[in-house]
């Protein structure tokens, strides 16, 4: 069973850096991909960026150029870099796993961006 802690989070002015870390435990079966979402208040959960076991990535377009996300197998981590931050990059951050067999879920980590 794979579990996933994030950590990281916290308050950071407008124009600021934090960097997310996801902690992976267990073994994943097969082909994979790990990702950032986040939840702002009244807000639907959104997709802010993902990458596969293979390397490939993809990001939200209002973080593209600010935020970079990184894996480190050998480590069993993730991680999201996010520079330049917004007031609305404001949100709890998940990090999220998919294997062939089922999804994973963090915990959720609380970023706060103040203008």
């Known amino acids: 069973q794979v579990q996933l802690v994030e950590s990281g989070g916290g308050l950071v002015q407008a124009g600021g850096s934090l960097r997310l870390s996801c902690a992976v435990s267990?073994?994943?079966?097969?082909?994979?991909?790990m990702g950032w979402y986040r939840q702002a208040p009244g807000k639907q959960r959104e997709l802010v960026s993902f990458?596969?076991?293979?390397?490939?990535?993809s990001y939200l377009d209002s973080v593209k150029g600010r935020f970079t996300i990184s894996r480190d197998d050998a480590k069993n981590a993730m991680s999201l870099q996010m520079n330049s931050q917004n007031p609305e990059d404001t949100a709890v951050y998940f990090c999220?796993?998919?294997?062939?067999?089922?999804?994973?879920w963090g915990q959720g980590t609380q970023v706060t961006v103040s203008s």
């Open positions: 267990g073994t994943f079966f097969g082909a994979n991909a």
């Open positions: 990458i596969t076991d293979l390397g490939s990535t």
């Open positions: 999220h796993a998919r294997d062939i067999n089922q999804e994973y």
